[in-house]
């Protein structure tokens, strides 16, 4: 059993790791456990045979629903279980499925739930959040060494990318137009997030610069936030915050010629997909949870308080007020030019 990351992008950066059990495991199954919002990443990849849903907020809601999902892993007889998550709950659940080898890093007072409670590395020894979660496997003996990880993949079928591209004919956006998608949420907070106004400008500028159609994505939670950057565009935008489960939102954002995006779950799917992606960076370290592609290029201004990490700036905002527009769409011209024309 692998207990999966709680957030889209944790979770993608937890692939590498999952191919690497893959190819240490090859004839065992590996069944990920995943909340509901994050278990489709799974489907249809190679290093995973299932997965099973942990929902506490619906069907394992409170203490009876998560004695019954406690029972359906204990009645699994699993050998072992990875537990990506830092938190004591999720250490515990696969405690209490009388899992007999339990690996995961000794954190958040968890150690004695755990068989294998392994030392968390200091950020300087692993760098990138992708190389933490192989850390894991590396130190606990389960693989001889962590290789390199320059890019991730993430699998579409071609029945949902012609799904796709059927439903985008059907907004009249089919043909060979010349699709941005624009992902202006984070679900952390609102340091994460570029300004909505210059999201307009900058989807303004790249109708007119590359005859581009605009798609804006997001959570239905950011639909607002959606529309109030379509109200400030020229152009006429189409708003998809929402409008699909995660699938579907993957194989239109896959239609995609060009993403632009904050720091996020969407950048990450973006770049899996092996995308153009133009990643806008505030109040987080792009060198610990940038994109994790060849086709993916961070923008950023420097300040002296960045990288905080909070979810809302107390000051005035600088690393993202001082990410203007004209910067944001130079490099995506510049990738543009460098993925569409060699």
Known sequence: MVRAANWIGDAILGLPALEALRERFSETEIVVVARPWVSELYRHHPAVGRHIVYDPGGEHQGRAGFRQFVETLRAEAFDAAIVFPNSFHAAWMAWRAAIPVRVGYARDGRSRLLTDAIVPPPPSCYGHQVYYYLQLLFRAGWVEAVEPVSE?????????????????????????????????????????????????????????????EVLIFGSLAERGLAEEIAGAMKHTPV??????????????????????TNDSGPMHVGAALGLPVIAIFGSTDERATGPVSRRARVVKQPVACSPCGLRECPIDFRCMTGVTVEAVYRAALELVAETEHG
Do not use: H
């Open 152 to 212: 991730i993949r993430l699998a579409l079928l071609k029945p949902e990318r012609q799904g796709a591209a059927k439903l985008l004919e059907e907004m009249g956006l089919g043909g060979r137009r010349y699709l941005v998608g624009l992902n202006p949420g984070a679900a952390f907070g609102p340091a994460k997030r570029w300004l909505p106004e210059r999201y307009a400008a900058l989807a303004d500028r790249l109708v007119a610069g590359l005859g581009a």
């Open 239 to 260: 708003i998809l915050a929402g409008a699909t489960g995660l699938r579907e939102w993957m194989a239109l954002l896959s239609q995609c010629r060009l993403v632009v």
